[in-house]
């Protein structure tokens, strides 16, 4: 399995799906081609070789209350990408969206969908962008700080990703699959103890998590061989 893929379980706002739980091992690809992103604060836009560009920073002085009628629009602008993710059409999903932030630039839902869609077609500096704005939108957005996680493990920036782990654990305590991903990075840079302790937590959470299951087994073996090493 390749470790790095955005997850899609629980972050598409109101598009919530599995994801496909990750095992580690010398068969998961633990990097991709190292990107590098400007500061969001210092510029207003970010493009990448695709010609993707990212919205300008947010700025928040005093994030307005939305009406019911909004938060009906962007759950209908959701479901439409829904739909158009369904039958193949990323690229429809992907401008209906950006259509919707000019229009809002405050919603974080749309930040983060955003985000995960560059980050599927390749253009990381983008997705990284958006899921930064959403966090400065609303900090404790888990699903924005696990998809940042994920993609800083694909650019080797692992003590931002690990950082990100952490926060998307301290507000989804409870999510099982980000407990594993967070284990899979651990065990990867021979964190065997750690690993260990979000594997099995992980189970606990999700008995039937095949995937976590198999990790308690390898990171295990790992570790006796660790300890067998003089």
Request: charged content about 25%.
């Amino acid at each position: 399995l390749c470790f790095g893929a955005l997850c899609l379980h629980g972050c598409l706002e109101l598009i919530r799906r599995p994801s496909e739980p990750v095992v580690y091992g010398p068969e998961v690809e633990t990097a991709s081609a190292a990107d590098t992103t400007r500061n969001p604060s210092s510029t207003t836009t970010v493009q990448n070789g695709k010609g993707s560009t990212a919205p300008a920073p947010v700025v928040i002085v005093k994030r307005p209350k939305r009406s019911q009628k909004q938060r009906q629009g962007i759950e209908q602008v959701n479901e439409y990408a829904l739909w158009c993710i369904d039958n193949a059409m990323w690229n429809e999903a992907q401008s209906h969206m950006e259509r919707a932030l000019a229009q809002d630039s405050l919603s974080a839902s749309l930040h983060n969908n955003l985000g995960i869609m560059n980050g599927r077609q390749g253009n990381i500096e983008v997705a990284i962008v958006h899921f930064k704005h959403t966090l400065r939108i609303k900090p404790d957005h888990g699903e924005a700080h696990h998809n940042l996680a994920n993609l800083y493990v694909r650019q080797r920036r692992l003590p931002e990703a690990i950082e990100h782990y952490r926060q998307a654990i301290r507000h989804m305590p409870t999510n099982a699959s980000i407990r594993n991903t967070f284990g899979v990075t651990l065990a990867q840079i021979g964190r065997f103890e750690a690993a260990l302790v979000q594997f099995e937590k992980a189970v606990e959470l999700a008995p039937d998590m095949r995937a976590a299951l198999d990790n308690v087994a390898r990171v295990k073996k790992d570790l006796a061989k660790k300890r067998a090493s003089p």
